[in-house]
């Protein structure tokens, strides 16, 4: 290799900044505590639900044991973590490193609850890590933004303002439209809602983190109105989510909602990073490519882990329905996993 090429590949290539760093150790930290989390309060669920009413038929029993609570704290110190990793590294970096703690949560619940993991599922896990790994090695220097000001002229410039725009229309024509109408047959209505206001959220939530590592920094941005803006629309942003994945949840499968909310919302909020901060004008397309396919390794590896997961835990319940009679035929897809949960299906 001569020394031209060497020149080339350093130029390409300079490694991960300081806060880049601290944004992963935080968006990893994160994933922890979040996959941690489920299993530690499913842990207490099943404890309390023992020596009382489960929260499933609606009891809340487990509001009294402990380790539920231990779950909750994690969960909690997971959600901070990630909320502070967008102050540090740019959203391209931290949003699909989300996708970890589905592998802590199923490696988890294989040693601790001992819920068989699948072979292919291990194979998802694997996938997960390997996109991960690329994302992380090729990912985008933070922008260096030195006031809450800076942000907000960011936030309105005319492209973003019409990506803004885009997403209020089409979220105003699924809630109006689309909602009273499919929400309750269509899994995508509900998800798609909450995916373009989490786009908008996530940008939000970057505004108003920089504007308190500033402020602990000693440049005090609470005293720009552009901060208590963003911090308003979090937190409209945050509820509207909220409320339309608790929909999506409460009436399809977990594990078709889970990895389509993945994908639409970690693909919104890459989009919205790139045309509000502009990620990808201080990269090649070498690296532009790379996070692409690493990106796309990675949805490979979730969709492949809720699927199997999805098969081995309603194995026998998918064989009992398919040898009864054809009733509620209508509730499952050609390759019979059931897109309603089944609590819906049956009759009141």
Known sequence: MDESSVGSWRDSYRGMSSDNVKGLVLALSSSFFIGASFI???????????SGVRAGVGGYS?????????????????????????????AILVTPLGALSIIISAALAHIILRERL????????????????????????????ESVAEVWDLATEPAFLLYAALV???????????????????????IGVCSLVGSLSV????????????????MNQLIYPQTWIFTMIV????????????KALDTFNTAVVSPIYYVMFTSLTILAS??????????????????????????????????????????????QMRMSKHSDENAYDPEGMPLRRQDNMRPS
């Open 40 to 50: 530690v309060k499913k842990k207490g669920l099943k404890k309390a639900g023992s």
């Open 274 to 319: 790139v045309i509000m901060f502009k990620d990808w004008d201080r990269q090649n397309p070498t690296q532009i490519v790379t996070e692409i396919c690493g990106f796309v390794t990675i949805l490979s590896g979730t969709f492949l882990l809720h699927k199997t997961k999805d098969a081995v835990d309603g194995s026998s319940a998918s064989i």
């Open 62 to 90: 487990y509001l009294y044991e402990p380790l539920w609570w231990v779950g909750m704290i994690a969960m909690i110190v997971g959600e901070i973590a990630n909320f502070a990793a967008y102050a540090f590294a740019p």
């Open 203 to 218: 940008m939000s939530v970057k505004a108003l983190g920089i504007a308190l590592k500033l402020t602990f920094e000693g």
């Open 168 to 190: 209020l229309v089409a979220v105003f024509v699924l809630v109006v439209q689309f909602v009273p109408e499919y929400g309750q047959t269509h899994v995508m209505v509900y």
């Open 118 to 145: 699948h072979i292919f599922g291990m194979l998802g896990c694997v996938l997960c890590v390997v996109g991960s790994t690329t994302i992380v090695l090729h990912a985008p220097q933070e922008r260096v933004i």
């Open 235 to 246: 937190l409209v942003c945050v509820i509207t989510q909220m409320n339309y994945l608790n």
